[in-house]
């Protein structure tokens, strides 16, 4: 095994494999900072390039690529509260305001350096994992999986206000993304729901221009109400030493960022999930990890950890993403998907032989996550410093950039003219949601579980009908749900007690 | 604002109580997950907007974690220039069904930093010609991306 460890090693270092890998890297920062242009669909325009190359040799190419745009979408994430991929959104909440508040630097660092920890953590994981992992798989099936996506959404508790009314709100939000997810052809029986006569709506509503305008649009109207710059009037910050307090604050906050890439890696292995839902969860995590109630409220308006989480998350679910794929050919994503054919372009088949005949190819991907994103966070950081300085230009000369930024972007969702439409939409909405005091973040992470929880839901019930409640596991998972939605109260309950006995 | 908080919550009822309209006319598979969650919709809003009726909504009003709009600006300067802004971005795409992107990027962006930013004639013009060829270069040289045609092309025949 350990010959197999340094072998996969020895396969990514080899001038030809480590060169098309830098390629690879170059692709992925240019497609992790636009908007639009998602990592899954650029591994599917590259994969006819994968022909010729050696297994090490594509893997490192495609899997190179892959990672970087997961870490980079991060930047326009912060510095214009634009999610450069779908997988970034949760960075706007905190890492944007941020920016706002002269941090740009530092949650830039934040948000790179927490990237590279939890893309190490994935890597290791995948290297830990493969052989324990597959009873953990094969326990979980629908009704399991219909449970932990509801958990996910139970964590939306500790995204809106604080207490029983911030819950309700909360849960709303949450409802109407999943209401928002049903639009179109139900998988099932193929019946069409809410699409209004227009065959755009029959695919459903696409993640990149529902997302883009709900974050993107408020933060623009908030700018140009403002009439200054992203960071305000407030005197520019040290660029290199926040960057540095960045880095920092990641080992500060080591144990957060630690228990957020687990939780990127466990929703990375589930089938289905993806990173979409992997940032939200950690995001939920990094809030309900505030001691008390004025801890809690620094979230969304420039909490490091908030930026902490999702960086860790996003890039350590890479690695659990590539566990199912490559032990069992189950891919957890439609990028992973993509990279399935790649296997099989290469000749290989995921499964046993993974583990036994081709462990160093295996091990040679593990490697390619963690190289790829050391050089990718270390070239970063050397242009931080320009990239920060965005922040302190007149909001005015930014704004039509930004806002091309996001029409291309969501225009490269379905190249339909109606993906504008819908951004603008949902742009408005998002608008009236903020200025009613509505929490966004439950309605994006309603609509993005939305498809999966309904698919498991109705496989749960078509199976089992309602004994699938009574099975073990969803128990325990229901106990964890109603532990999560309780959480916030006794964490209250416990500070008042305790503040009565000091008192 | 009291006055917007119960619109937004009418407006939560309304789109859950069409939802629950529209799926009782579906067949079962299709109707099971839309209406098992518009109907705890319908409910969380009602006792929301039931809170915002007896005056307590506001009175215990927790922040969201979340983007709060800065309140620095006096309220007419911002409703005027929320009502700019909007009108800037609803005129971009506008622009963009009737013109197409290719020549929508470079006359918003020229007409933004000119008439909206105030920039001077020369720098605008710079700015405007390297956005667009960086967007034809990146966009249509390098991704290959198919715009659409706008209706004024179409109907022009061109």
Redo the contacts between chains.
């Keep these: 095994m350990f010959d197999a460890f340094i072998d996969g090693l020895f396969l990514v270092l080899q001038w030809k494999a480590f060169s098309l890998m830098l390629v690879g890297m170059g692709l992925g920062f240019c497609v992790g900072l636009l908007p639009g242009i998602g990592g899954a669909a650029t591994l599917a325009l590259m994969i006819p390039f994968v022909f010729k190359m050696q297994p090490a040799e594509a893997f490192a190419f495609l899997l190179g690529m892959h990672a970087v745009a997961a870490t980079t979408g991060d930047i326009t994430s912060v510095l214009f509260g634009v999610p450069g991929e779908a997988i970034s959104a949760a960075t706007v909440v905190d890492g944007h305001p941020m920016a706002k508040n002269g941090e740009a630097g530092r949650a830039l660092g934040a948000a790179l350096m927490s990237s590279l920890v939890g893309a190490v953590i994935g890597a290791v994981a995948l290297a830990l994992a493969i052989p324990i992992v597959r009873p953990l798989v094969l326990a979980f099936g629908s009704p399991e999986l219909f449970m932990l996506a509801i958990i996910g959404i139970s964590c939306i508790t500790s995204l809106s206000g604080a207490g029983a009314r911030g819950q309700v709100k909360g849960f709303a939000m949450g409802l109407f993304g999943l209401l928002v997810s049903t639009i179109g052809q139900e998988r099932q029986s193929g019946s069409l729901r809410f699409d209004m006569g227009l065959m755009y709506l029959w695919e459903g509503l696409d993640f990149v221009p529902v997302l883009v305008g709900v974050f993107a649009i408020p933060e623009i109207i908030d700018l140009t109400v403002r009439g200054t710059s992203i960071a305000g009037e407030r005197p520019a910050e040290n660029l290199r030493s926040g960057v540095m307090e960045g880095i920092k604050d990641t080992f500060r906050h080591f144990w957060l960022v630690f228990r957020c890439s687990v939780v990127g890696v466990f929703v990375g292995i589930l089938p289905g999930a993806g990173g979409g839902v992997a940032q939200w969860m950690a995001y939920a995590h990094a809030v309900q990890g505030a001691k008390d109630a004025k801890d809690r409220e620094r979230f969304g308006k420039g909490d490091v950890r908030g930026v902490l989480g999702p960086g860790a998350a996003n890039n350590s679910k890479e690695g659990g993403e590539l566990i199912p794929t490559v032990a069992f050919g189950v891919p957890g994503s439609g990028a992973m998907a993509i990279l399935l054919s790649a296997f099989l372009i290469m000749g290989l088949s995921p499964g046993p032989d993974m583990l036994t005949k081709h462990l160093p190819i295996t091990f040679s991907m593990v490697w390619t996550l963690v190289i790829a994103n050391i050089i990718a966070v270390l070239l970063c950081l050397t242009i931080l410093d320009q990239l920060a300085k965005v922040t302190n230009v007149r909001g005015g000369l930014i704004i039509p950039f930004v806002l091309l930024l996001v029409f291309v972007g969501s225009y490269t969702a379905n190249g339909q003219i109606t993906d504008l439409l819908v951004t603008l939409i949902f742009g408005v909405l998002s608008y009236f949601m903020v200025l009613f005091g509505w929490p966004r973040p439950p309605f994006v992470l309603g609509f993005v579980l939305g498809k999966v929880i309904e698919t498991y839901f109705f496989i749960s019930v078509a199976r089992y009908g309602f004994a699938w409640l009574t099975q073990p596991m969803v128990i325990v998972l229901i106990i964890l749900m109603l532990f999560v939605i309780a959480y916030p109260y006794i964490q209250k309950r416990r500070q008042r007690v305790q503040s009565q006995a000091n008192a | 604002?009291h006055k917007?908080?119960m619109f937004?919550c009418g407006f939560?009822i309304l789109?859950?109580a069409a939802?629950i309209y529209?799926?009782l006319e579906?067949?079962f598979?299709?109707a099971?997950?839309?209406l098992?969650?518009?109907i705890?919709?319908v409910i969380?809003?009602a006792?929301?907007l039931g809170?915002l009726f007896l005056g307590?909504?506001e009175i215990?009003?927790?922040?969201?974690?979340?983007?709060?709009?800065?309140s620095?600006?006096p309220p007419e300067?911002?409703r005027r220039?929320?009502i700019?802004?909007?009108s800037?971005?609803?005129g971009?795409?506008l622009c963009?069904?009737l013109i197409g992107?290719p020549l929508t990027?470079p006359l918003?962006?020229c007409c933004?930093?000119r008439f909206?930013?105030?920039?001077g004639p020369l720098p605008t013009i710079a700015a405007t010609a390297i956005?667009w060829a960086i967007?034809y270069g990146l966009?249509q040289k390098l991704?290959h991306?198919?715009?659409?045609q706008g209706v004024v092309q179409a109907w022009l025949g061109l």
């Design positions: 604002m917007g908080r937004f939560l789109v859950a939802a529209l799926a579906w067949p598979k299709a099971l997950f839309p098992s969650v518009s705890p919709l969380l809003a006792i929301q809170q307590k909504g215990v009003e927790s922040a969201a974690v979340d983007l709060e709009f800065s620095d600006v300067v911002e220039r929320v700019t802004a909007f800037w971005i609803a971009f795409v963009v069904y992107f990027v918003f962006i933004y930093l909206e930013s105030g920039v956005t967007f966009f991704v991306l198919q715009f659409e």
